[in-house]
């Protein structure tokens, strides 16, 4: 099977809706998909991720990121979302790091998550990036592993403001 990294099109739109619909039916949580979990219509969810790609029209409060989505391409599903954040507000300095994934339910654990990554932290290198921060939960065993099998270096564990969830951080060296 082959799969592709690419910025979401209104060609896939019915498959953007339909990971929404299977995120939102069992309750997972919505990382990397900048808002699509409060964006139901598709078409409004890929144009505001085209403002987020460009410095200048960014809303306050946020960075310039680029939104993928990860396809299959014998039968055009997407199985996951990655979000690339080009630089660091405070939030994302202290817990979010440069990138946000998810894999929707049906697709988990056959390695999606660890070929997405490594297709994103390329892109990453494009950006100029030489380290990337990524975070997860102290207890997603699936993402850290994930981050592991990529080259993440363990750096430290927070804790979430107005939370009692715990965020494991991890650098990943791109210049090699």
């Known amino acids: 099977m082959n799969f592709k990294l690419i910025i979401p099109t209104i060609e ?15 309750g997972s949580t919505f990382d990397g998909t900048s808002y ?3 964006l139901e219509n598709p078409a409004e969810w890929i144009e505001y991720n085209k403002t987020l790609m460009n410095k200048e029209t960014v809303p306050d409060g946020l960075v310039q ?6 396809i299959r391409e014998d039968d055009g599903k997407i199985v996951g979302m990655i979000n ?31 070929n997405m990554l490594n ?11 030489s380290k990337v921060l990524i975070s997860c939960l102290s207890d997603n065993e699936g993402s850290r592993k994930t981050i592991l099998a990529n080259g993440g270096v363990y ?17 990943i060296d791109i210049n090699d």
């Open 12 to 26: 896939y739109a019915d498959e953007i809706k339909a990971y929404r619909d299977e995120m939102l039916k069992y």
């Open 36 to 38: 699509l979990k409060r």
């Open 65 to 70: 990121a680029t939104q993928f989505i990860y």
């Open 84 to 114: 690339v954040r080009h630089y660091f507000n405070d939030f994302l300095e202290k817990y979010g790091g440069h990138i946000g994934y998810s894999v929707r339910p049906s697709e988990r654990r056959k390695g999606y998550a660890k």
């Open 119 to 129: 297709e994103a932290l390329k892109y990453c290198k494009e950006l100029g990036l």
């Open 155 to 171: 750096e430290n564990t927070v804790k979430l403001p107005d939370s009692n969830e715990c965020l494991e951080r991890y650098w």
